[in-house]
């Protein structure tokens, strides 16, 4: 019995170890193949959940039921030609799958296909890589190397502050990897506002404010340590700076995203607020997850918002008028089982808190959303 044991032990053991920390992969297209690669990302949440989105209640709480949403879903092509010597065309064109059975949280039911990144580039082995079109700004991939659920796809935390993809007229530079390090740089054109332009964001003067914008990005790896930090200047709205990371030992990773934004207020918010200022915003979340075996992980995030930026307050009808000045607090774990073909499927529990600021900084007026289900994902590439 003692020797079953130890073997159990050394083949956990072992499998542990093959649990290694990989550079992380900006491009989504591979390096090597000259062909079309059909993309297909399915990630089908099941959830139980008492939350905004679900309605409130006679006594102002929030109606509970259950929910499906497809929104991360995607499906596209992407490849890549050879075009000379070290210069290969490549292209990405990704449509998303956004279905839900109830509103979003934000109050807005966007269903059907939608756009997402739609690029055509040069890619080379000294030079770097250049694409422009649809894309995705440098603050995402900071998240995605730093705490996998920061402020996750659901409830309250999904719109805290500067979460969401950027998508439009997008110029994006990545040099190659230098010594462990790679640089970006991207320019946004102009992008009409919320409301189909009739709405935008404003100067602290009131006066609306030129939606050209720019980032630049510098990524870190060596060995299970990987490192990002982003700039924004005018990236939906906002500047400020974006920190993430991830380091990967003994079966173990552990992951940080923490970001200061000064947040541009909308013409329609002005009144709101009372003023045009500029609004100080800054999240940090901390995850950890292990690795039973390849299959096998669990994983538990915290995640902390100040200041925290979220639109659909008077929507919902929750009981304080004002767009900032709400604090959150986001609870997550999930255990995770992983098949072939990168598909996984994952029962797990959110909670967030959240309330606003007093004169002396304390949360208060605290409300909560809860949710418990499965999210399946199936990654085909």
């Given at each position: 019995m003692f020797k079953k044991s130890i073997l159990a032990v050394s083949l956990a053991l072992g499998a542990v170890a093959t649990v290694q920390a990989v550079p992380f992969h900006f491009f989504g297209v591979s390096p090597t193949a000259e062909k079309v690669n059909f993309r297909a990302y399915l990630s089908v949440h099941g959830l139980y959940e008492e939350s905004a989105r679900m309605g409130k209640t006679a006594d102002g709480g929030y109606e509970s039921g259950f929910n499906v949403d497809t929104e991360a879903s995607m499906l596209g092509v992407n490849g890549r030609v050879q075009a000379a010597d070290d210069f290969d065309f490549i292209y990405n064109v990704d449509?998303?799958?956004?279905?839900?059975?109830?509103?979003?949280?934000?109050?807005?039911?966007?269903?059907g296909i939608v756009h997402r990144n739609q690029w055509l580039g040069l890619d080379s082995k000294q030079y770097g890589q250049l694409r422009m079109g649809r894309d995705d700004a440098f603050h995402f991939y900071v998240n995605t190397i730093?705490?996998?659920?920061?402020?996750?796809?659901?409830?309250?935390?999904?719109?805290?502050?500067?979460?969401?993809?950027?998508?439009?007229?997008?110029?994006?530079?990545?040099?190659?990897?230098?010594?462990?390090?790679?640089?970006?740089?991207?320019?946004?054109?102009?992008?009409?506002?919320?409301g189909g332009g009739q709405d935008y964001y404003v100067n602290e003067e009131g006066s609306k404010v030129d939606q050209n914008g720019a980032a630049a990005l510098v990524y870190y790896n060596y060995g299970g340590i990987n490192l990002a930090a982003?700039?924004?200047?005018?990236?939906?709205?906002?500047?400020?700076?974006?920190?993430?990371?991830?380091?990967?030992?003994?079966?173990?990773?552990?992951?940080?995203t923490w970001s200061q934004f000064d947040q541009r207020v909308l013409k329609s918010e002005v009144a709101t607020l009372g003023t045009s200022e500029l609004q100080d915003l800054d999240t940090w979340a901390a995850s950890v997850e292990y690795f039973f075996t390849p299959e096998w992980r669990v994983y538990a995030q915290y995640g902390h918002a100040n200041n925290g930026y979220w639109t659909s307050l008077p929507a919902h009808g929750i009981k304080r008028p004002e767009l900032f000045g709400v604090e959150v607090d986001q609870y997550n774990?999930?255990?995770?089982?992983?098949?072939?073909?990168?598909?996984?499927?994952?029962?797990?529990?959110?909670?967030?808190?959240?309330?606003d600021r007093n004169g002396y900084g304390m949360a208060t007026n605290l409300d909560d959303e809860l949710f418990i289900g499965v999210r399946l994902n199936l990654i085909l590439m």
């Open positions: 449509y998303g799958l956004d279905f839900h059975t109830h509103d979003s949280t934000m109050g807005v039911n966007k269903s730093g705490a996998e659920r920061f402020f996750s796809t659901y409830g309250a935390g999904k719109f805290i502050h500067k979460n969401n993809r950027y998508h439009g007229n997008v110029a994006t530079y990545f040099t190659p990897m230098m010594s462990g390090f790679k640089l970006g740089a991207q320019y946004f054109g102009a992008k009409d506002n919320h982003s700039y924004d200047y005018r990236v939906e709205g906002s500047d400020g700076v974006r920190v993430g990371g991830n380091y990967t030992a003994n079966g173990a990773r552990i992951g940080f774990l999930a255990l995770e089982r992983k098949f072939s073909n990168r598909t996984a499927i994952s029962p797990e529990i959110t909670y967030y808190q959240f309330g």
